[in-house]
């Protein structure tokens, strides 16, 4: 920073300097302040392309180095599948895709990028799911890891989910694969960032991870077992009542507890979901409890009013045979 400064600050020196940081590391640029006063005077925020705009960066930079790129692919087959489905086509999303049309024309000795390459790379499904498997090889022995990272942030019905560190953790866990938050974030998710795979939000605070594409999400559910994705169901069922008990204060129902019966030895929950969970089944066996005494007592209540009935009927047949008897005495 120190020597950042002084070239700027030196008289002979006519030079001038240009930084392109991620929106996510952008505060950092805070530790400067104290040398450049002037660090956030000029900023540019590079938001999603349009249309147009996605066109010219793929085609204007190649012509450059004397690379053509055929504009109706661009056009026609390749914008239309990354164009999100809020609007806008996502910077790094078009590089990754266009690097791999771009590796593939080298290959051949083209200097010319078209269907050719589309087409062989596996459309922009095949592009990002190669991608996605050059950046998981990188994990080495710890490729099972990052899988059941990735799995994490993928829904049973195979969609992207936005989550927090500690659900993503209680979600591996329960798949079997222990890790801390710590480690997950540190070893994990930043790499998982840094390559595009998963963009980070700030929500309340708290960073919350989700898919770059829907595209990753079907590559993803593929890896996705009937077994996980049973457990996944579970896992779940309990986010949307943990979310309703927080309103509401409505606990599990019994149904809901017997769904997740089978898998309770898997789960591995964040304390509070723990807390529920135990909850709702204390309160469900004092609800059974309360149910049995009721109908004890209901059973009680029968058996006395039939044991009275014959009762009565007996005593009467006893009060009759004792006159009978007594009118046999008298007439003899």
Same mark, same amino acid.
């Given at each position: ?12 020196l ?23 006063? $002037? ?9 999603? /392309?349009? @249309?147009?705009? *996605?066109?010219?960066?793929? !085609?204007? %930079? ?5 690379? $053509? ?9 390749? /914008?239309? @599948?990354?164009? *999100?489905?809020?609007?806008? !086509?996502? %910077?790094?999303l ?40 050059e ?21 049973a ?17 329960s ?29 309340e ?48 129902e ?38 049995w ?40």
């Open positions: 920073i120190a020597e950042l400064a002084a070239c700027l600050t030196a008289a002979r006519d030079v001038k300097f240009l930084f392109a940081i991620r929106s996510d590391y952008f505060a950092l640029l805070a530790e400067f302040e104290d040398a450049l006063p $002037q660090i956030f005077t000029h900023q540019i925020h590079l938001e999603r /392309l349009t @249309e147009a705009q *996605a066109v010219e960066a793929v !085609i204007k %930079p190649a012509e450059r180095l004397g690379i $053509q790129v055929d504009e109706p692919m661009v056009q026609i087959k390749l /914008l239309p @599948e990354l164009l *999100a489905k809020d609007g806008g !086509i996502e %910077p790094p078009l590089q990754i895709v266009c690097d791999a049309l771009y590796q593939h024309a080298q290959n051949d000795g083209r200097s010319v990028v078209d269907m050719r390459d589309y087409e062989a790379v596996g459309d922009v499904t095949g592009a990002l799911g190669n991608y996605l498997h950046k998981l090889r990188q994990f080495g022995t710890h490729q099972a890891t990052a899988r059941a990272a990735l799995k994490a942030l993928v829904t019905e195979g969609t992207k989910r936005a989550s927090f560190v500690p659900e993503l953790c209680s979600r591996i866990s798949a079997g694969q222990r890790i801390t938050e710590e480690e997950l974030r540190r070893d994990y998710l930043e790499k998982f960032v840094r390559d595009r795979l998963v963009r980070v939000d700030e929500v605070g708290a960073a919350r991870y989700e898919l770059s594409h829907d595209y990753l999400a079907r590559h993803i559910e593929a890896w996705i077992e009937e077994s996980e994705r049973e457990l996944t169901k579970a896992l779940e069922l309990i986010d949307r009542a943990y979310e309703t008990y927080q309103a509401t204060r409505v606990l599990l019994r149904s809901a507890l017997q769904a997740l019966k089978p898998f309770e030895t898997q789960l591995a929950l964040p304390p509070e979901k723990q807390t529920f969970l135990d909850r709702s089944k204390t309160e469900t066996r004092k609800q059974r409890r309360g149910l005494l009721k109908v004890a007592a209901a059973l009680m209540a029968v058996a006395l009013v039939v044991g009275g009935g014959f009762g009565y009927q007996a005593y009467q047949q006893y009060q009759e045979a004792l006159k009978q008897r007594k009118e046999a005495l008298r007439q003899k």
